[in-house]
């Protein structure tokens, strides 16, 4: 608790003047958490369970950054899922860089815990909650999936959906704050996507890219 009011005392110099950004915008997020905050309590006075609690902190660790960043780095290694891997970090750096970073300052919207003390399930988040950056994260991951491969697509986007549901559950984020991040992602993957049609697939030493067997050249160097 006493860092929840030390959170909130640091930030009450930040906030946003009136007039400086989209402060209409802004002011309507505030209006709306009024609302949301009875559907968050609702979900922890009704769905509150043991597995739930696990299940929610596995994927407050699973939906992070460093692990989408790590398995797309991991999805590079194999040629056949390197194009994948590659469309991943782009879309999740273009997500972080052009997104959700900036609009979290902008916006410089509390998280629930912050209007509504509750015991969290996990260390607090010290950054602001506009848009959510692990359900753009696991957003990110999914749809770059269901562009390769419908059947694990799908999978992904049920997971990416709980990882949205788990932030509402954590009290970390309002129900517009998930909606925002997986509206981001989309638009990133789609433009990364398009990006990639357009300058890459033509490009002369694309195909070498593709090919190119970082496995192998790993065991070379340790056989030397």
Known sequence: MQMIHRIRRARKDTSVPAGSVPTIFIRVLRIMSVSELDVLIWIRDNMSNAFLDLASEAADILASGAAVYCLALLLMVPRRTRELGILVFA?????????????????ARDRPFMEYPVNLLIPAPTNYSFPSGHTANASVLALSVLIYDRKWGTAALVWAAFVAFSRLYLFVHWPTDV??????????????????????????????????????????????
């Open 91 to 107: 879309a999740e750096a273009v997500c972080d860089i052009l997104f959700e970073v900036p609009l979290k300052e902008v916006t």
């Open 179 to 224: 909606l925002a991040g997986a509206l981001v992602a989309a638009v990133c993957v789609w433009a990364v996507r398009g990006l990639m049609k357009r300058f890459l697939f033509g490009w002369g030493k694309w195909p070498a890219v593709m090919e190119f067997d970082i496995c192998r050249m790993f065991r070379r160097r340790q056989s030397t």
